[in-house]
């Protein structure tokens, strides 16, 4: 990725994240908003439920009081205290008494516990009163919460306990009211909200017990209130959550879960219904998911303005740094003279202006250390063209000398001397043509003719051409070993100079092993290049002279000219190839050569 497509990526990326930490932030502060006002709204509906529930608690307590000490009661008390009592006459007087008073329920028990009359199921008449024994506790409650039987099953009744002692024997007065639809609607609900009421009945949830005046179509999904309304049965505690009645988030609605409880007994308070005020989500997801769009919308907008800008700053600012990388890739390659221009006094501009006097300085220092090369290779070029000239011309002056001395001397003597004098001559004279003759060599190394060629034959010839050396007798015992790759793909090269290159490491190895060695002949493919390997167990190189073998005239042998992997580097470089060493002193040499596949051979294997 390019310089200008980061710094475009950087503004994009900053504007996205930027409108993401705004968008949740807002989020949270509206989540946080809402959360507040439905817990404020949600406490209001239980205290506007508390405050009915107590005012029609004391109405109730007023009307049992009141009913306790009417006259109806008081004559039926007389008569019921006196032998022998008979309660028939007033089988109804209950029904009445709470059709006036607007009452749903009402019964009078006598202080056996004995059912004298019931408004809301007359058939329990002379039957015994389950909770008689707290008759006398409950009536000092005022008012309270409890189940109470109906023909049709159970209902959840506000209900108040009064006495009348009218006679020798108390009659308890048991009136309320029904906790149900009609007491629910008579809250003022706000907008959003609405109250059910779950009788805890049985020991299993059960919807038929679920209370729904604003919306009966909940019973349906009341399902899924059941986890909400087991906790609160575990637990007694108020309890909070939010129940997913649709896929659609937005007929979500959370619940505030509030037990109401009856009167303490010997286990404790028995949970009788659960309060379930609930706030609809509606317009808390609607304003979310407004906010989200304006979001996407403004990150969307955002993101298109930062890309215009971004792409017209990095213009500016990447054009300058694109040209200096262009003109760096130009020194790379060898062109000094490239000039960067200049457009400004910014940190860029000091940049290009810096770039642009550094390659002038390194033109400079360049024509400088050509200049100090081309008097050093002429002086290293003097210094071994004399040592290599000075050791043939002293034997041919001494020669000479002996030539013009004998001269004077008899005939029969100067024919002896000159015979033998002219071989030495002509030794010399050879000597010094073969040192021309190399360093002509070197001087004009002819240019590969490429033909492609199996290096596995290369090496096959050379090996049985060394092989007649090594096994001449009186040398020493150096072995020879290949290790050819016979699947090895061909190379476009000039056989004869890959001949004469391998053919110098070849001597260059058994030279390195007087003693005698092993000497490894081993070809190999790696990826795009083959490999040739020239191993010796010789005594090795040191850190100096790996680092120098490859330099022209340098050389570790006392007559070597410093020729030989000089020519050898030139032939490997001229194919395209490269050629390194690996030694430790004492540890041999081995000389491994890099040259290219060729181009048929890569093809066909891709």
């Not at 004995?114 to 008449?125: L, W």
Request: one cysteine or more; charged letters at 20%; hydrophobic letters at 40%.
């Amino acid at each position: 990725m390019t310089f200008r497509r980061k710094l475009i990526a950087v503004f994009a990326l900053t504007v996205f994240l930027s409108v993401a930490a705004v968008t949740w932030l807002v989020s949270a502060i509206t989540r946080r908003a809402f959360q507040q006002s439905e817990d404020e709204r949600a406490t209001a509906l239980v205290v506007q439920f508390r405050r009915e529930f107590n005012r029609q608690g004391e109405i109730v307590a007023q009307r049992v009081a009141a009913i306790a000490a009417s006259e109806a009661l008081n004559r039926m008390a007389s008569a019921l205290s006196r032998a022998p009592a008979d309660s028939g006459p007033y089988f109804e007087l209950a029904k009445t008494i709470a059709e006036n008073d607007q009452l749903d329920f009402l019964e009078f028990v006598e202080a056996d516990g004995t059912i004298v009359s019931s408004a809301q199921y007359p058939e329990k008449f002379g039957y015994q009163e389950g909770s008689f024994a707290s008759l006398s506790a409950e009536s000092n409650h005022g008012f309270f919460l409890e189940q109470k039987e109906v023909p049709d099953g159970a209902a959840l009744g506000l209900l108040a306990v009064s006495t009348t002692h009218a006679g020798e024997q108390p009659v308890y007065v048991i009136g309320g009211r029904k906790l149900d639809q009609n007491f629910l609607s008579g809250l003022d609900m706000p907008s959003g909200m609405r109250v059910l009421l779950y009788q805890n009945r049985g020991d299993r949830f059960s919807p038929l017990f679920l209370v729904d005046p604003g919306q009966p179509s909940t019973t349906r999904s009341a399902d899924r209130l059941h986890p909400l309304i087991e906790s609160v049965r575990q637990t007694k505690q108020d309890q909070t959550g939010i129940v997913h009645w649709t896929d659609n988030a937005a007929e979500d609605e959370e619940f505030h879960a509030i037990p109401l409880l009856g009167i303490g007994s010997d286990h404790g308070q028995q949970l009788l219904a659960i309060l379930l005020v609930a706030n609809s989500r509606g317009t808390y997801v609607a304003l979310m998911r407004r906010i989200r769009s304006a979001a996407l919308m403004t990150g969307a907008g955002g993101i298109v303005l930062a890309i215009l800008l971004s792409s017209w700053a990095a213009a500016r600012v990447t054009r300058p740094v694109e040209q200096l990388a262009h003109a760096a890739q130009e020194v790379a390659a060898g062109n000094w003279n490239i000039y960067v221009e200049v457009t400004g006094a910014d940190e860029l501009g000091q940049l290009a202006d810096s770039f642009n006097r550094m390659t002038t300085e390194l033109l400079k220092q360049k024509e400088r250390l050509v200049q100090s090369e081309r008097v050093a290779a002429w002086r290293e070029l003097a210094r071994r063209l004399a040592h290599e000239l000075k050791n043939p011309l002293f034997p041919l002056q001494l020669t000479v000398e002996n030539l013009v001395r004998a001269r004077e001397q008899t005939s029969e003597q100067f024919e002896e001397v000159f015979r033998e004098s002219a071989r030495t001559l002509l030794a010399e004279i050879a000597n010094l043509t073969g040192v021309i003759s190399k360093f002509s060599d070197f001087s004009k190394m002819p240019q590969p003719q490429l033909r492609s060629v199996q290096l596995n034959d290369v090496v096959r010839s050379l090996a049985q051409l060394f092989q007649a050396q090594l096994d001449a007798p009186g040398r020493v015992n150096i072995g020879c070993e290949l290790h050819l790759d016979e699947h090895l793909e061909p190379v476009l090269a000039d056989a004869e100079l890959l001949h004469r290159a391998i053919s110098n490491l070849v001597s260059n190895a058994i030279d390195a092993m007087p003693n005698g060695g092993t000497l490894t002949l081993r070809t190999r493919g790696d990826g795009d290049k083959i490999l040739v390997e020239v191993a010796d167990t010789g005594t090795g190189l040191s850190t100096d002279q790996r680092e120098r073998i490859f330099t022209p005239y340098y050389t570790s042998k006392q007559h070597g000219t410093g020729l030989g992997l000089a020519i050898v580097q030139s032939i490997v470089s001229d194919h395209k190839g490269r050629i390194r060493v690996q030694s430790e002193p004492g540890n041999g040499a081995s000389f491994i050569v890099e040259l290219p596949k060729s181009r048929n051979s890569a093809a066909e294997e891709g």
